[in-house]
């Protein structure tokens, strides 16, 4: 899209949501009429928790890679509070609104010491010195982290190197928040805990989380959860409504949770 209809747009669209409209994307280079996305229209409202499901290869990291102009639509359009992703002057605003905590938090974490890591994205926000230690020094605390904010991000358990790319994005306060598996590579007492963050974070700021996960069971607080296969959102409802198709969905490779199963043999 030109820069100039992007402008035109961001003046005119409502704030607070992120809007995809008849996205198609093909990898570059790729040859041949298939897209890795497909006419995927969507939106993600500051406040909502949505998750998003999918079997390996649906689309889901590549659609989420849209969302902060890693991936640039092949057509469509993705909007973030009215800003395009086409448009490579908004680019820098849309990533401070849009942050992203990937699957395994090696891939994004680049200080030497906990307390830099954290201060990382503020730097490059020009946040002024003084208010960053007071940031920095609140997320340590809010994260469970300050006990080890001067040692190397390679000497935490899997649990805490996640905390800590999470508390990264965090303090530079996004607007949307999009997990891309965050709790693969967690047991259990640290999935539960990564839950009981998230769940405060949403009480102290509106901030729109898309949640991209595996395991349904997770998918079940969410406001609404979309399922995609082969590129296409095939379910978009709450997860009630969605887990009642417990046939569709196993042909799509996911499981239903206990609790879905349950309900469904007692209604």
Not at 199 to 211: A, F, N, P, Q, S
Not at 218 to 234: A, K, N, Q, S, Y
Request: charged share 25%.
């Amino acid at each position: 899209m030109p820069p100039n209809e992007s402008s035109s747009i961001s003046k005119h669209w409502c704030d607070g949501v992120i809007e995809v409209r008849n996205l198609r994307y093909r990898y570059p280079g790729s040859e041949g009429p298939d897209f890795a996305l497909r006419d995927v229209s969507f939106s993600l409202e500051a406040g909502e928790w949505l998750g998003l499901m999918g079997a390996n290869g649906s689309g889901k990291t590549t659609f989420v890679r849209c969302l902060n102009g890693l991936n640039r639509p092949s057509f469509g359009q993705v909007l973030v509070d009215g800003l395009s992703t086409d448009d490579p002057h908004a680019l820098y605003e849309i990533r401070k609104r849009v942050g992203m905590v990937f699957q395994n938090p090696d891939n994004q974490i680049v200080a030497t010491s906990v307390e830099r890591e954290i201060a990382f994205g503020l730097e490059n926000l020009g946040i002024p010195v003084r208010s960053m230690r007071k940031q920095v020094a609140a997320a340590l605390k809010r994260f469970s982290l300050e006990p080890y904010a001067q040692i190397s991000p390679n000497r935490l358990s899997g649990g805490e190197r996640q905390r800590l790319a999470l508390a990264s994005v965090w303090t530079m306060e996004p607007r949307y928040l999009i997990l891309d598996e965050p709790t693969s590579l967690l047991d259990p007492a640290g999935k539960r805990d990564f839950f009981q963050l998230i769940r405060r974070m949403l009480k102290t700021r509106k901030v729109g989380i898309l949640l991209v996960t595996q395991y349904p069971e997770e998918t079940l607080d969410c406001d609404r959860l979309l399922v995609m296969d082969r590129g296409c959102i095939r379910f978009n409802s709450d997860p009630v409504s969605v887990f009642r198709h417990r046939s569709p969905l196993r042909r799509l490779g996911l499981s239903v949770p206990v609790e879905a199963e349950l309900g469904a043999l007692f209604a």
